[in-house]
């Protein structure tokens, strides 16, 4: 007969607590490695993916980070392309979007998603709702790049809306997302 004592009930539910949170984030960098192999085969895109360990450090790579890598991937020549179309998905707040408008300049297009307006950005095309489903009406091939700024650990579906990406995506398109992990 074993007696626990309320410190050793304590740690040992901190312990199970733990393995249960690093199983969950194995699991996470599984779905996305799988994902990636499975967008490389079906078309040649570029996938992006940012996972922070926390949301501090997703905020932080959104506020700087992204945007660097905007720039050092091509993005901004892309984004910038007449008649190019670049989809913000989660505005928010706007603070990509005030940059997105400046790389994206007059010629090409910028649309901002989000679950309430007002558009952070005036002027530019602002669609309310969810984005999981808005993608479902989208014709095929009509965006060339993505972007969502830790908004997709929200969604029901991240591995469907991987999909809707890249089928609305034309060749040579770009999803940019940053997400944060359990923690």
Do not use: Y
Not at 105 to 125: C, F, I, K, Q, Y
Not at 137 to 151: M, R, Y
Not at 159 to 169: A, H, K, Q, T, Y
């Amino acid at each position: 007969l074993m007696v626990m004592t309320a410190t050793g009930a304590a740690l040992a539910m901190l312990v199970v607590m733990l393995v249960l949170v690093m199983v969950v984030m194995v699991l996470m960098l599984i779905m996305v490695v799988v994902m990636f192999m499975l967008i490389m085969v079906v078309r040649p895109v570029m996938v992006i993916v940012i996972l922070g360990k926390s949301r501090d450090i997703a905020a932080g790579i959104d506020n700087g980070e992204l945007l660097q890598l905007i720039e050092k991937h091509g993005l901004a020549e892309k984004m910038s392309t007449s008649g190019a179309r670049t989809i913000e998905l989660g505005s928010g707040t706007g603070f990509l979007s005030r940059h997105l408008d400046r790389i994206c300049g007059n010629d090409a297009t910028l649309e901002l998603w989000d679950l309430a307006g007002p558009s952070p950005v005036p002027g530019r095309t602002f669609r309310e709702g969810d984005a999981e489903t808005r993608l479902w009406n989208e014709a095929d091939a009509s965006a060339d790049v993505i972007l969502s700024a830790s908004t997709v650990q929200w969604f029901n579906s991240p591995s469907r809306f991987i999909g809707e990406c890249m089928r609305i995506l034309r060749p040579g398109g770009i999803i940019l997302f940053s997400t944060f992990l359990p923690g």
